[in-house]
Each structure stands twice: as C-alpha cells, then as structure tokens.
C-alpha cells in the first residue's frame, strides 16, 4: 500500500494528456478524511498492477489540473491510457470498484 502523500501539482494538462501506457490520477488533499479512508482499499488494488503508473496530486481551489478533470469531491481516480480517460471513480468505498476501473483500464491497451 502506498502511504506516500499528495503532491503538489507540478504537471499540465498538455503533458497528463502526453502520457504514454495507463496511469491513474488521484486528487486529493493530505488532510481529507475521504482520501485517507480510501488509502488501504487503492493501494490493496494498486499493488496487483504495477505496470499502472499512479500519480497521487494534492488538489484545490485554483488547482488548474482539477479543474481541468471537472475535480469537485476527492478522492477523485482519473483512470487515462495515453492521454485518454478510460474510467473515473469518485470516492471509491468498495476494492471491487476499484478493481473493475482497474481491469478496464489494462483492458483497453
């Protein structure tokens, strides 16, 4: 499981949109209580696909990459193989939620 905390915004749409292979994006805030609840269910679904890059985004007011995704509740998980977005879940409270945006996105490559 990965406990590492949201990162600050440093990527643009242009180069989310540039991704080669599948990714997934999960805004958030270090301090949501949603985010941290869903932390054990993502990172036991993660762990099976580690040739999904995940890139954990700390959003907020004025965060132009939220913004661009429509972000409005967090956690928010942006499922995206190059550069398209495949699957979104919005505070996932189940791992077989998880697992089916999962199965979709390595699906489609």
Not at 39 to 59: F, H, N, T
Request: proline share 5%; net charge neutral.
């Amino acid at each position: 499981m990965s406990t590492a905390p949201y990162a600050v915004e440093t990527l643009t749409r242009a180069q989310v949109d540039a991704l080669a292979g599948a990714s997934v994006i999960e805004f958030g805030t270090n301090w949501c209580g949603h985010c941290n609840a869903a932390q054990p269910l993502i990172g036991e679904v993660i762990a099976e696909y580690p040739q999904v890059r995940r890139l954990k985004i700390e959003d907020g007011s004025g965060r132009r990459l939220g913004r661009s995704f429509g972000v409005k509740l967090w956690p928010t998980l942006v499922f995206i193989r190059d550069g398209q977005e495949v699957a979104r879940l919005v505070r996932p409270s189940k791992v077989s939620y998880i697992e089916e945006a999962f199965e979709v996105l390595v699906q489609q490559g």
